[in-house]
């Protein structure tokens, strides 16, 4: 069992940056495929960004691409998403997901290929 906890989040103004960390328990994450997923307000859970476990790849939605940023510290188990040039379409809330299976790139989108998932954490992008 893994059980991840996300943190970070927060209020921000449009062109600004956060970083949401994500701490697992329970399991080393270097063997796990890990995913930030977001939902903004009235919508569905959408995929942001994966990274694929031994740090085999990297996948970003096409929203985000050139200004989120997807890591993992595997001495910390801590994955982390760096957020920049925020704006207001990006208000949502983020949620930590990981399973120990390795994906495709095809697959990594996709919110049924994860297992385990945080709680979240609330950003919001408002002057």
């Known amino acids: 069992q893994v059980q991840l906890l996300e943190s970070g989040g927060g209020l921000v103004q449009p062109g600004g940056s956060l970083r949401l960390s994500c701490t697992a328990s329970g399991r080393t994450l270097s063997g796990y495929t890990m995913a930030w997923f977001r939902q903004p307000p009235g919508k569905d859970r959408e995929f942001v960004a994966a990274l694929k476990r031994m740090n085999f790849g990297t996948s970003y939605a096409t929203s985000v691409k050139g200004r989120f940023t997807i890591s993992k510290d595997n001495p910390r188990n801590t994955l982390y998403l760096q957020m920049n040039r925020l704006s207001s379409e990006d208000t949502a809330v983020y949620y930590c997901?990981?399973?120990?299976?390795?994906?495709?790139?095809?697959?990594?989108?996709?919110?049924?290929?994860?297992?385990?998932w945080g709680q979240g954490t609330q950003v919001t992008v408002s002057s």
């Open positions: 997901a990981a399973t120990s299976r390795g994906l495709i790139t095809s697959s990594l989108a996709g919110d049924k290929e994860y297992e385990y």
